[in-house]
């Protein structure tokens, strides 16, 4: 199970002081799927104002030490906030900062985290941070969601609707120019099944291959958007299909929205 014992009992104590606007994102909650291929290092907890993170961070480090945590911070800052979290011999790091809270969807119920982003929404901020700093841990996390969720052509076409600096072609490329790893950094991370490097180098180069593909035949006029099918799920389109101009375009926007999507019930 991607959530460790230690995770399980943070998220248990902190749980009920989860709200919309200070909830769980990043690697922890991204990989919080029974068939992730590897543990989060971490728990992030993002705030939509920078001037709520300190004192969210300062309850929750109560409650954490309440329950018999050790808590130990690091050099603190105004907005971003960072201890390790001891308890039963076991150690993590966690993380309280300020984030945008422009994104596609609202902020969801989770009965294990409390609140955190959508699935999309972890998704695209993951092709954003790998796009800037794609260590291996994201390459890993990027393959999964690519053969589970929505693929990599899907993830770059919607991350610029968060990052418009950034286009579908060079968010590729930057997730290419930086795809170069060793044995000693596969050794890092705390896996939950076996991988080879050269089995994540094919399935990356064809996830490549396919995303170029799908970006280059995409609308240009709508770039930025998720593609949702009749039930409002994020899908990765066919343009070529028959049914592409049914799918509902979302995009994001202030603390997201749901999309309003029509049913035909002629047929």
């Known amino acids: 199970m991607?959530?460790?014992a230690l995770q399980g009992?943070?998220?248990a104590a902190l749980r009920s002081r989860?709200?919309?606007d200070s909830h769980v994102a990043g690697a922890s909650a991204l990989n919080r799927d029974p068939q992730s291929p590897r543990y989060s290092e971490d728990i992030d907890f993002f705030h939509d104002a920078a001037a709520i993170v300190d004192d969210n961070a300062d309850a929750d480090a109560r409650v954490l030490e309440a329950e018999g945590f050790l808590v130990s911070w690091e050099s603190p800052r105004t907005g971003f906030r960072r201890a390790w979290i001891e308890r039963d011999g076991a150690r993590m790091k966690v993380e309280w900062a300020y984030d945008s809270a422009f994104r596609f969807f609202p902020v969801q119920p989770d009965p294990i985290?409390?609140?955190r982003l959508h699935d999309a929404d972890l998704a695209v901020n993951k092709v954003l941070a790998g796009a800037g700093r794609l260590v291996i841990r994201d390459y890993l996390d990027l393959i999964f969601l690519h053969e589970s969720y929505l693929t990599l052509g899907?993830?770059?076409w919607a991350a610029t609707g968060k990052d418009p600096g950034l286009s579908p072609l060079r968010i590729l490329n930057e997730?290419?120019?930086?795809?170069?790893y060793q044995p000693a950094d596969l050794?890092?991370?705390r896996?939950?099944?076996p991988v080879t490097l050269q089995d994540l180098k094919g399935k990356w180069l064809e996830m490549l291959r396919t995303a170029h593909v799908l970006v280059e035949s995409l609308p240009a006029s709508e770039v930025g958007c998720l593609y949702l099918d009749s039930t409002g799920r994020p899908m990765t389109p066919d343009p070529n299909a028959a049914e592409f101009g049914a799918l509902t375009r979302h995009y994001g926007q202030l603390r997201g929205s749901w999309p309003r999507v029509m049913r035909d019930d002629s047929a």
């Open 18 to 20: 989860r709200q919309p």
């Open 113 to 115: 985290l409390g609140y």
């Open 187 to 189: 050794a890092e991370v």
């Open 9 to 11: 009992a943070v998220f």
């Open 191 to 193: 896996l939950t099944r």
């Open 154 to 156: 899907a993830l770059a």
């Open 2 to 4: 991607p959530i460790d």
């Open 175 to 180: 997730l290419n120019r930086h795809s170069r």
